[in-house]
Structure formats: structure tokens, C-alpha cells
């Protein structure tokens, strides 16, 4: 089992930068993906940026050069850095690990909201 939890969101004015944080603990020394994902009222559920064991990145088009994802191993922690926030990046923030193999897990998210 992968236990994630997520923090680091909140409100925050169009322009503004959050720093969302990805505590993992359990069996991660399996896990091959760590993605964020987000899901807004009323849309599916979509993959905002991945980074494999390898450090390979991946990033929806929507926030590319605005949002960078990262790993401490030492820490056992995923981090997504978001900067110049837009209104249409409000949603649930959830933190996913892909287990080779095909299990998947998920954090309880965390909260974006872009206003002013």
C-alpha cells in the first residue's frame, strides 16, 4: 500500500504562484509515475503534470512553462510548482502513484481556487 497526502493549496489572485506538496510513505520503492491531476466542477478528471522514476516530465499543454513538477527522495515528497496562476486552473489538486504493475493511487486533494 501507497499512502499520499497532499497540502499547499488555497486562495490565491490570477498571477499569483502556489507550491502544492505530495507526502508519500508506504510501499513507494514500486512506484514507477508520480502525477498531479485536477478535476474542476463538472469536468473530468485530468492529468496536470507526471515525472517518472527516471525524471522524465510530462505536462498538460494548459500548463506548460507556468507549472513545474519535482521529486525529493529524501524527503519521500511530489511537488508541483505553479506559477502565474489563471482562474481556469481552480479545481481539486490530487496526487496520483502508478505502481508497476498497474495499481494506482490517489491522495484525498487538496483545494486550488484562482480569484480576485
Known amino acids: 500500500q501507497v499512502q499520499l497526502v497532499e497540502s499547499g493549496g488555497g486562495l490565491v489572485q490570477p498571477g499569483g504562484s502556489l507550491r502544492l506538496s505530495c507526502a508519500a510513505s508506504?510501499?513507494?520503492?514500486?512506484?514507477?509515475?508520480w502525477g498531479w491531476y485536477r478535476q474542476a466542477p463538472g469536468k473530468q478528471r485530468e492529468l496536470v503534470a507526471a515525472i517518472t522514476s527516471g525524471r522524465s516530465t510530462n505536462y498538460a499543454d494548459s500548463v506548460k512553462g507556468r507549472f513545474t513538477i519535482s521529486r525529493d527522495n529524501a524527503k519521500n515528497t511530489v511537488y508541483l510548482q505553479m506559477n502565474n496562476l489563471k482562474p481556469e486552473d481552480t479545481a481539486v489538486y490530487y496526487c496520483?502513484?502508478?505502481?508497476?504493475?498497474?495499481?494506482?493511487?490517489w491522495g484525498q486533494g487538496t483545494q486550488v481556487i484562482v480569484s480576485s
Open positions: 496520483n502513484a502508478d505502481r508497476v504493475g498497474g495499481m494506482r493511487y
Open positions: 508506504g510501499s513507494i520503492f514500486s512506484i514507477n509515475t
